[in-house]
């Protein structure tokens, strides 16, 4: 098919863990529009054009090889693929600004605006620009002045439509959304400008899935949501530390709140912590724009979900030592999973990465063990990297342990063969579950030494 036989040509910029995806979607749903994904990342695009992908992420691959080649490219000529685009999603990293004004809270926007300005530098002809990326509310604000103040009399119609999906659950998420939000200016050409990409999303979204709304609603809508989302982590996370101090049950409790549909049941799993690149992120960003607007009750309030994580994770090693008689000095410890969540690659902000650090600095001899994140945990730790082993197989990691810790919930530990495992260790053997996820009575009779979450221990001294 030529270029000019696509009803649509779509570029989007950034070929991250969001933008690879969702584009990978709308070339599979969406034959008929030409997808080109960019990247000044060259390494990060030979990838996305090979079967190793740049990212795991379970049907993704399936997905990429259905329509590469066909509507769906992905390169590094980023000035050619902004010339021939009609519509623009810029799905570039946002992160935490680490430096000056509002260092450690507000976004950095420098990738941001860079892309702005490559955009007005190349363009010739009008175009529809996307807010992918998870931004500060009024952010289209300052982008529509930067595009619209160019000399060439061209228009930029600067719309918000941020992405709600999971890693892990990706592909999922992005074929069956529960709603695709399109902010716009409400003006005739805002809403022109939405129409067309509601046209997008409708080829497989059903209608009343797609949500519309101002602009600004749209860019506060995605900040509230990971703000909500991780404040039930923090609260489900207070409740554990209670719950150890009193003999009642996590676990019991979720379930019992998660039955009352106001509440509602997901997202209530007490863990070492919330992990993942965005969760922090977003609520600090969130608190930094409260407290620019002089909210600061408002501000401490949504603070207050980020210092439980953290207090969280400290907690989860607290109890650790303590267990251990005090001291981990020279204790062999796993960890199994390093990952932030299940099914992914990804350790961004991943608890492990704290709590292997608090491990080291104790003198312990941390083994990391994960089925996909070990390149990424040498990364992470590279400072560390002498006083570390990283073993894929768990039961090898385990080998000679004084204690292992579940730090990511992946399936097949549910399934490990834990007698086996207690045979190679050390005693006493100590079992510490971060995410609740095993039989716990089951792992006693074996003879470990039981820590779990929100529930009282099961100890044999
Ligand atoms: P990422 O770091 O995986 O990908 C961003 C990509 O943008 C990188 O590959 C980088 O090289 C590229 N990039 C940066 N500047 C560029 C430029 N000027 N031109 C071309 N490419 C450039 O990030 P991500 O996880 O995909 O997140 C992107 C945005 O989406 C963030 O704002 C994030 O908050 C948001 N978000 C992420 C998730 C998630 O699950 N990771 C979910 C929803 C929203
Ligand atoms: C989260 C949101 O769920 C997405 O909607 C959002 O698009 C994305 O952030 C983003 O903006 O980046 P993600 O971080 O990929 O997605 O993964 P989640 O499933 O939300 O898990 C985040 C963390 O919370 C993980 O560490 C997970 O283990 C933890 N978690 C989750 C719990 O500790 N308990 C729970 O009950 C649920």
Not at 11 to 33: D, H, N, R, S
Not at 441 to 461: C, E, S, T, W
Request: proline share 4%; aromatic share 10%; glycine share 6%.
């Amino acid at each position: 098919m030529g270029k000019n036989e696509f009803a649509k040509r779509i570029l989007c910029i950034g070929a991250g863990y969001v933008g690879g995806p969702t584009m990978a979607v709308i070339a599979a749903k969406c034959p008929q529009y030409k997808i080109t994904v960019v990247d000044i990342n060259a390494a990060r695009i030979n990838a996305w054009n090979s079967d190793s992908l740049p990212i795991y992420e379970p049907g993704l691959l399936d997905v990429v090889k259905q329509a590469r080649g066909r509507n769906l490219f992905f390169s590094t000529d980023v000035d050619a693929a902004i010339m021939e685009a009609e519509i623009i999603f810029v799905s570039v990293n946002t992160p935490t600004k680490s430096f000056g004004e509002g260092a450690g809270k507000a976004a950095d926007l420098q990738y941001w605006e860079l892309t702005a300005r490559n955009i007005v530098r190349v363009s010739q002809s009008d175009k529809i620009i996307i807010e992918k990326s998870t931004l500060p509310v009024r952010t289209a604000e300052a982008m529509s002045r930067i595009l619209n103040a160019n000399e060439k009399g061209i228009k930029f119609e600067v719309l918000s439509n941020p992405e709600f999906l999971a890693e892990g659950t990706a592909i999922e998420d992005l074929n069956s959304p529960d709603r695709v939000l399109i902010g716009s200016q409400l003006t005739p050409e805002g809403i022109k400008a939405r129409d067309a990409v509601v046209e997008i999303y409708a080829n497989w979204v059903p209608k009343d899935r797609i949500v519309t709304s101002n602009v600004w609603s749209a860019e506060l809508s995605k900040l509230v949501a990971n703000a909500f989302l991780a404040q039930r982590i923090s609260s489900i996370n207070t409740i554990s530390a209670l719950c150890e101090k009193t003999e009642a049950n996590v676990t019991e409790v979720s379930r019992t709140i998660g039955m009352d549909t106001r509440i509602g049941s997901r997202f209530l799993m007490s863990s070492v912590g919330f992990g993942g690149s965005c969760f922090k992120k977003d609520i600090l960003n969130l608190v930094y724009i409260c407290q620019s607007y002089g909210l600061t009750e408002v501000a401490d309030y949504w603070e207050s979900v980020v210092a439980m994580n953290e207090y969280q994770k400290h907690r989860f090693v607290k109890t650790m030592l303590t267990a251990m008689f005090n001291t981990v000095a020279g204790k062999r410890i796993a960890l199994l999973g390093f990952a932030f969540k299940a099914d992914t690659g990804d350790t961004r902000e991943s608890p492990a990465i704290d709590v292997a650090r608090q491990l080291l600095d104790e003198h312990a001899r941390v083994v990391i063990s994960d089925p996909k994140a070990l390149d990424n945990a040498k990364i992470d730790l590279a400072d560390y990297v002498d006083r570390l082993e990283f073993v894929e197989d768990p039961y090898e990691a385990a080998k000679g342990a004084h204690a292992i810790a579940i730090m990511t919930e992946w399936k097949d530990y549910k399934g490990l063969d834990y007698k086996k495992i207690y045979a190679g260790m050390e005693r006493p053997s100590f079992i510490f579950d971060g995410r609740n996820i095993l039989d716990h009575q089951a792992l006693f009779k074996i003879g470990f030494n039981v820590f779990p979450l929100g529930q009282p221990p099961l100890k044999y001294y």
